[in-house]
């Protein structure tokens, strides 16, 4: 067995640290850019006075980066080739992200909304995958390109988890759909062109099947953001929305009608793995950040990394990013090989334990740093808000640990779906 990556794929790791340090640094730091990440950072990058949404300053910023990146071709390395990609593997994609994030904050891995110089496009593995050629056509390179920007309407004020209970529906009418209903935490909504909306079509409530997902152009009559929901993690770019007899015509579906939630469910796997790897690499941080900080700050006389209360608990937490880095890269393995439903526990295991993970990590570093460690003045607390989301949304840690116990107790698998 050998546990050592490939040569090339840390070789990759080397030359997209120098195109770090060469294009996406210096713009970090040039105009005040610093402003984004010191303790400014929240305030810098939210339009408090405009419902919380991202400053334009700052999605300027984002777009720089953007088309550095892609310019250089790191942005679509997790695509495949025929859409300017690489064929990144899942493997690939979890080190490197592991890697972007253990580097700490700053332009080039942004946690706040997911930016990154290797960017991870859910949206476009789903044009790929279930998209029109019309659809392909209209949305793929603008997305990626910015041009044109998708939200993401599946939640509801009563219903998240429990998607297949939504309440929001949509009927034929004619050669048209007219939908009626809400949708919570929809995420893009301050910029998006369209939304991507999942309605009951047919079916019962808590059926899989039966539910559609639709493209809205957001200037639709009776499409509405109301309001977007602050965050612990701000600026907010998650609305409120209602749609009160909104008609799309029947081109506007995504996929096959009826099976909206497996366009939903897309890419699920390698995005949580994806995430997973991310928690590592912050965790991985903060824990560096504190034996790095308690081996130079002296108290009564002698370092704080002489105390076994300082010790133990970095102890405990470089021994779990030990067991989740070798579970994550295994499964990030595996996920190349095999069908994915065959480990989906294995992915559940890795996702919510890495997120329990880093926000573990993040608080320990903050009572490691002392009054510091609370201040903004140290990156911990945005570390923590950021990754603390994600033990609810993406699949809630209690999702993720009803997933495994299926599998473990013979109720779900490959087998029983």
């Known amino acids: 067995m050998d546990f050592a990556l490939p040569a090339e794929l840390t070789q990759r790791l080397a030359a997209l640290d120098e195109f770090i340090e060469r294009e996406i640094r210096?713009?970090?730091e040039q105009d005040d850019n610093q402003r984004f990440f010191d303790h400014r950072r929240e305030y810098a990058r939210t339009d408090f006075e405009n419902g919380g949404v991202p400053r334009a300053e700052w999605e300027e910023l984002l777009g720089e980066m953007f088309r550095r990146a892609d310019a250089a071709g790191w942005l679509r390395y997790g695509l495949p080739a025929d859409v300017g990609g690489s064929d990144g593997t899942n493997l690939d994609m979890a080190v490197i992200r592991e890697h972007l994030a253990h580097r700490g904050l700053g332009l080039?891995?942004?946690l706040q909304n997911e930016s990154s110089v290797v960017?991870?496009?859910?949206?476009?593995?789903?044009?790929l995958e279930f998209g029109s050629p019309a659809q392909r056509e209209e949305f793929l390179e603008p997305m990626l390109t910015r041009t044109a920007r998708l939200g993401f309407g599946l939640s509801e004020p009563d219903h998240g988890s429990d998607a297949t209970w939504m309440e929001t529906r949509a009927v034929r009418d004619g050669g048209d759909w007219v939908i009626n209903g809400a949708k919570r935490w929809n995420s893009g909504m301050h910029s998006a062109t369209h939304d991507v909306v999942f309605a009951r079509t047919s079916g019962a409530d808590g059926a899989?099947?039966?539910?559609?997902?639709?493209?809205v152009p957001t200037d639709t009559p009776g499409f509405s953001v109301d309001f977007h929901w602050w965050t612990l993690n701000m600026?907010?770019?998650?609305?409120?929305?209602?749609?009160?007899?909104?008609r799309v015509p029947d081109d506007a579906i995504?996929?096959?009608?009826?099976?909206?939630?497996g366009v939903a469910q897309t890419f699920v796997h390698e995005n949580r793995i994806r995430q997973a790897a991310s928690g590592v690499g912050a965790g991985q941080f903060c824990i560096d950040r504190s034996v790095d900080y308690a081996r130079e700050r002296h108290t009564f006389g002698a370092p704080l990394a002489t105390r076994q209360a300082i010790q133990w608990p970095l102890v405990e937490l470089q021994t779990e990013a030990e067991m989740l880095r070798g579970?994550?890269?295994?499964?990030?393995?595996?996920?190349d090989r095999r069908p994915h439903m065959e480990i989906s526990d294995r992915v559940s295991m890795c996702n919510y334990r890495a997120n329990r993970f880093v926000c573990d990590a993040a608080d320990r570093a903050m009572q490691v740093h002392g009054g510091l460690g609370y201040s903004r003045h140290t990156p911990f607390e945005h570390i923590y808000r950021h990754h603390r989301r994600y033990r609810i949304t993406e699949g809630s840690e209690e999702i993720q640990m009803r997933k495994v116990a299926g599998?473990?107790?013979g109720f779900a698998g490959p087998t029983t779906r």
């Open 108 to 110: 080039h891995n942004d």
């Open 407 to 409: 599998y473990l107790s």
């Open 254 to 261: 995504f996929g096959s009608e009826g099976e909206g939630l």
């Open 26 to 28: 210096p713009l970090e």
């Open 235 to 246: 600026p907010t770019d998650h609305a409120e929305v209602s749609l009160r007899d909104v």
């Open 208 to 215: 899989a099947r039966g539910i559609t997902a639709f493209f």
């Open 327 to 335: 579970l994550v890269r295994k499964t990030a393995w595996e996920l």
């Open 119 to 127: 960017g991870n496009f859910p949206f476009a593995h789903m044009l």
